[in-house]
């Protein structure tokens, strides 16, 4: 298993802006299509932004507008600029391919509180 490792998250005040990175040393990274992901308690984990492998983007309904993904194929990584940040962004995200594998990282906590 190759470790999935998101970082950047942080307690935040709602209109505020976060950057998470993700290491993902995966063989073969560029020919990946990547995503990131959050789970909140009791819920499904649910795909908040994709990237394909050239670079054709999409995002769920809610991040259009505030979230920006983006990857770095040399240094094998992912990142989710986040701006506007809202409460119901709470929640820990993970980084994975799209599909996503069995395994995940640890991730990466957001909470969004005034």
């Known amino acids: 298993q190759v470790p999935l490792a998101e970082s950047g998250g942080a307690l935040v005040q709602p209109g505020g802006s976060l950057r998470l990175s993700c290491a993902a040393p995966?063989?073969?990274?560029?020919?990946?299509?990547m995503a990131w992901y959050r789970q909140t308690p009791g819920k499904e984990r649910e795909l908040v932004a994709l990237?394909?492998?050239?670079?054709?983007?999409d995002y769920i309904d809610s991040a259009k507008g505030r979230f920006t993904i983006s990857r770095d194929n040399t240094k094998r990584a992912i990142y989710l600029q986040m701006n506007n940040l809202e409460p119901g962004d709470t929640a820990v995200y993970y980084c994975?391919?799209?599909?996503?594998?069995?395994?995940w990282g640890q991730g990466t906590q957001v909470t969004v509180s005034s």
């Open positions: 990237i394909t492998h050239d670079r054709k983007i």
């Open positions: 995966l063989t073969g990274f560029s020919i990946y299509n």
């Open positions: 994975n391919r799209s599909p996503a594998m069995p395994y």
